[in-house]
């Protein structure tokens, strides 16, 4: 690794502590957010605009979207013609960001986390040239899950992926394909994909072949034998377990305890276009957020995240995991109150960690979907709003907001260690990656 990539990517936290609540994330708020109108929009009443157009993908850790519609958290803020609009992939999601509702599109999503840097980045945008986007929240934390075949029942697989390396060889040595499905190039379900294969020496990019399938196609695919896994969120891995087609080796919270999922994110323009309106819709998604975290309301959450206008698929698909109950099926134990139950709000769940922003961007550059010479500190700088979440956090009355803007040093399953001041050491540790 040149020193130069080591530069670029050790620069956003050295003063990581800097950024404190109240008075003092208002002291590190660079000069151009400090003049914009989205810093000084909580002193003004009302949004500019009752409308908003946001796009979702049919999982579970859209919740917070659908619970802010259904219980009336936007229109308690004002954002009364909000649409909630289901997107049938993530590329699809990336297009009509692009587009911006002016044009037909949305104006934001329920969204991968590294999507939003991805898109302003302009590395998977149609014509390079990028659509600024801003990170507002995360939307939870955990959840996701990777799924394998029935054929590999005997297996049993688990957090090592080893054993699934041999019954790959066997497989292609029979002159079968082996696929490894996620769900859009460079985001969460891809990155979990690959660090599982690779912490067990298989390498994504030459051992398996890893296709793109949309989150609701995952079941249906594994069916008719497109792919040997999958790693996507809920229902469909349970789906997948409840109809005997496949198993879960895995929750993504056993690869990374706690681990950073989806965001909620806003064309930038939108953003600095609405600033008030933007902070309206952040904190009616915090509110449900709130909502969603409460175990005595996850029976009416599965409910409405089942229902047709939604994700479209049965309560019994949904709710045991929302509580936390894991049946990963091939007769592997069932684990009651898993510690990696899906979190809307404990554990800082909600707030747009930029340490976790770094990590994303790293993992990125590992697999060549973002360049070496990505200058991580300027991008994260560009897209990540976190001084946003803490204006919303503290008009909310929330008290309990994290200290710092990163979360400290990472400890993967398989022993790697993430150091947002060391991003660079990290990269260096992993042996298995597509970048020079």
């Known amino acids: 690794m040149s020193d130069d990539v080591k530069t670029m ?11 404190r609540a109240g008075a003092g994330a208002a002291a590190t708020m660079i000069a151009a957010r400090a003049l914009s109108p989205s810093g000084v929009f909580a002193q003004e009443a009302g949004p500019e605009t009752p409308k908003a157009k946001l ?9 917070p979207l659908f619970v802010a519609k259904e219980k009336g958290f936007f229109d308690k803020y004002g954002m009364t013609e909000v649409e909630i609009s289901k997107q049938s992939s993530w590329g699809t999601t990336r297009d009509n960001i692009v587009l911006g509702s002016g044009g037909g599109g949305i104006d934001g999503a329920h969204i991968l986390t590294p999507m939003p840097y991805l898109i302003t980045s302009g590395a998977v945008t149609q014509s390079k040239a990028g659509t600024p986007m801003s990170i507002l929240a995360r939307l939870n934390v955990s959840g996701q899950c990777i799924s394998v075949g029935q054929e590999y029942a005997d297996l049993k697989l688990g957090v090592d992926s080893k054993p699934f390396k041999e019954a790959l060889e066997k497989k292609k040595a029979s002159g079968k394909d082996v696929k490894a499905a996620v769900t859009f190039p460079g985001g969460t379900h891809d990155l979990w994909m690959r660090y599982w294969l690779a912490a067990g020496g298989i390498d994504p990019n030459k051992d398996i072949q890893t296709i793109v399938v949309p989150p609701p196609q995952m079941v249906a695919n594994m069916k008719v034998g497109t792919m040997d ?3 996507v969120c809920e229902p469909w891995n349970e789906q997948l377990k409840n109809q005997k087609i496949g198993y879960t080796a895995l929750t993504t919270g056993e690869l990374w305890d706690k681990h950073p999922e989806k965001a909620f994110a806003l064309r930038t323009d939108w953003v600095e276009a609405n600033p008030k309106a933007a902070k309206a819709l952040l904190m009616a998604i915090m509110e449900a957020q709130q909502w969603c975290e409460k175990m005595e309301n996850k ?3 599965a409910t409405i995240c089942a229902k047709r206008n939604w994700i479209g698929a049965p309560v019994s698909d949904i709710v045991a995991r929302m509580k936390g109950t894991f049946d990963y099926g091939a007769g592997k134990p069932v684990v009651e109150n898993s510690p990696h139950i899906m979190h809307f709000w404990d554990d800082h769940a909600s707030y747009p960690y930029r340490s976790h922003d770094l990590w994303f961007i790293t993992e990125d550059m590992r697999w060549g979907y973002l360049p070496e010479s990505t200058d991580a500190k300027v991008l994260i700088d560009k897209v990540n709003r976190e001084d946003l979440w803490r204006e919303a956090a503290k008009s909310l009355g929330v008290t309990d907001i994290p200290t710092s803007t990163s979360r400290g040093v990472e400890k993967m399953f398989d022993g790697k260690v993430f150091d947002p001041e060391k991003p660079g050491d990290y990269l260096a540790s992993l042996q298995i990656k597509r970048m020079a």
């Open 9 to 19: 990517l050790t620069g956003p936290f050295r003063r990581r502590d800097v950024l």
């Open 55 to 63: 796009g979702y993908i049919a999982l579970t850790d859209a919740g």
């Open 229 to 231: 896994t999958f790693c």
């Open 299 to 301: 029976e009416e959450l």
